[in-house]
């Protein structure tokens, strides 16, 4: 059968459009095969690392619909940050950053501008306060259910969080779970993993047999539910991220030691305080407070009227920010200036006393994935001696006032008996005889000889001696009024004794 010439000149051009979609199909699949994958860096605080690579082992596996060679992830903790290899992150195509405080964002700048620059999807993360026009000027993006998996936390709602990202912003067949919440206030059960809202829940649950018995009180005499409670208010984020080791150390401890104690978390934390604190009539639930949030934030307006209504000692329990164990403790000035001002210094200002630090940040290396992360890690001997620290305050609330001793360190610069007082302090004698009255009101201890009255007359007599050097004594001019002997103490005689 032969072709006509136009016929032939069709069924070239046909072969022809048939070769080329398949040289078109090929190089496609060709290039598809080697293609790079989606690079996604997370940078979601040091305390989140361990569950982003967690997050990361269920995007990757097989149930997710995420397969391996389709993306690569890389996690990057805060700590030395700067010190890293960084490509990753200015390659990447996804980004998550936590921008609280505009620390982490700063320091790898360059980075997140390159990303931005060459297509990349920058999402921030805690962004309450902290997402600004600097922010939207430099590209970073706001959305309210990736910002909403990440406050709620835990390994499943990081997870669907990427994919939620990954489908929204690549197209990638995956399906994913709502935000699992937890509440916004509640009490942590360290055995069970459980989050209470009930005290009393919290409180029949802690004291079933299902629980290890508990020894008791040595001092006290305590025993089971009734013996003293300590109080503990702690970051949500704690239990959102499983960081909860130097936690459950610090709960442990105390119970060893014949405390019950009733762990709690919220926002702000003066709320979960008020929350849990103080039972029905308004008195205070807990004999001790351990404070390991009540920093970061804290109103001295609110946090103040608040303590003083608790009326129970609250010590400083501190997990340090950024510094190893072994850095910390080779350091010539401990915490940092930055650190110390929100550590220990507004503590502080609220009354918040004795801090210990209790744990480190180290560094860990996750064995499957290869990747860097960053664990809270509690100082055993630093926990101990936090529970002794909470053991003296016990005490010394079941001791009489009487048997109580008191030291009164009054300001004497420079050193010497004629420079005590200032010119804006009534140290002598105003100051310090109030002090010893309200002491004697209160039934502490003050002498043998009591305090006279205010207008008693001071001097009743009999030659002493006071602190005066043998020259002083022996000299004439000294051989005065200063040195008789009081049936009482007057504030006069407060006044002599101690310029003496």
Same mark, same amino acid.
């Given at each position: 059968?032969? *072709?006509?010439?136009?016929?032939?000149?069709?069924?070239?051009l046909e072969l022809k459009v048939i070769w080329i979609f398949i040289i078109l199909f090929f190089t496609i699949l060709s290039t598809a095969a080697n293609a790079e994958p989606i690079k996604v860096s997370l940078l *979601?605080?040091?305390t989140h690392s361990r569950t982003a690579i967690e997050a990361i082992k269920l995007v990757q596996s097989q149930e997710s619909g995420v397969k391996s060679h389709d993306i690569s992830f890389h996690v990057h903790p805060s700590k030395d940050i700067r010190n890293k290899d960084l490509r990753h992150l200015k390659e990447s195509g996804l980004v998550i950053i936590n921008i609280m405080g505009r620390q982490l964002v700063n320091t790898v700048k360059p980075e997140i501008e390159e990303a931005i620059k060459n297509g990349a999807k920058v999402y921030a993360v805690a962004a309450s306060g902290s997402y600004n026009d600097e922010a939207k000027k430099l590209g970073i993006l706001l959305d309210k259910k990736i910002e909403e998996y990440y406050q709620h936390g835990g390994i499943e709602n990081l997870k669907n969080m990427v994919l939620y990202a990954l489908k929204k912003d690549f197209d990638f067949d995956v399906s994913y779970g709502d935000v699992i919440k937890l509440p916004e206030f509640g009490i942590y059960d360290y055995r069970t993993k459980k989050v209470f809202e009930d005290f009393e829940e919290y409180k029949k649950v802690y004291s079933q047999e299902s629980n290890p018995p508990l020894p008791p009180f040595s001092k006290g005499g305590h025993g089971g539910i009734n013996k003293p409670w300590i109080g503990m208010v702690f970051y949500k984020n704690t239990v959102e991220s499983g960081q909860t080791k130097h936690l459950d150390a610090v709960i442990e401890n105390l119970e060893s030691s014949g405390f019950n104690v009733l762990p709690v978390y919220g926002y702000p934390s003066e709320n979960a305080v008020e929350r849990f604190f103080f039972n029905e009539s308004g008195k205070s639930r807990v004999n001790a407070v351990v404070g390991m949030s009540l920093k970061m934030g804290l109103n001295p307006q609110v946090a103040i009227p608040l303590l003083t209504k608790l009326n129970v000692p609250v010590i400083d329990a501190i997990t340090l920010y950024s510094q190893s164990r072994e850095e910390w403790e080779k350091s010539p000035v401990g915490l940092d200036i930055f650190e110390r001002s929100w550590q220990i210094a507004g503590p502080e200002m609220a009354g918040i006393i004795q801090p210990t630090v209790i744990a480190s940040k180290e560094k860990v290396v996750d064995k499957e994935t290869g990747i860097e992360y960053i664990e809270e890690r509690p100082i055993s001997e630093r926990i101990e001696r936090l529970t002794e620290r909470v053991k003296a305050w016990i005490n010394l609330q079941e001791k009489a006032n009487k048997d109580k001793r008191i030291a009164i360190i009054y300001?004497?610069?420079?050193?010497?008996?004629?420079?005590i007082g200032a010119s804006y302090l009534n140290v002598l004698p105003?100051?310090?005889?109030?002090?010893?009255?309200r002491l004697k009101t209160e039934g502490y201890g003050i002498g043998d000889k009591g305090l006279c009255s205010y207008e008693e007359p001071s001097l009743r007599g009999v030659e002493r001696r006071s602190n005066l050097k043998k020259d002083e004594i022996a000299s004439p001019s000294a051989r005065n009024d200063n040195n008789k002997e009081y049936i009482c103490i007057s504030r006069e005689q407060l006044f002599n004794d101690i310029h003496n």
């Open positions: 059968m032969c *072709l006509s010439r136009s016929e032939f000149r069709v069924r070239s *979601l605080g040091d300001y004497n610069y420079p050193p010497g008996k004629q420079n105003e100051s310090l005889w109030e002090i010893l009255n």
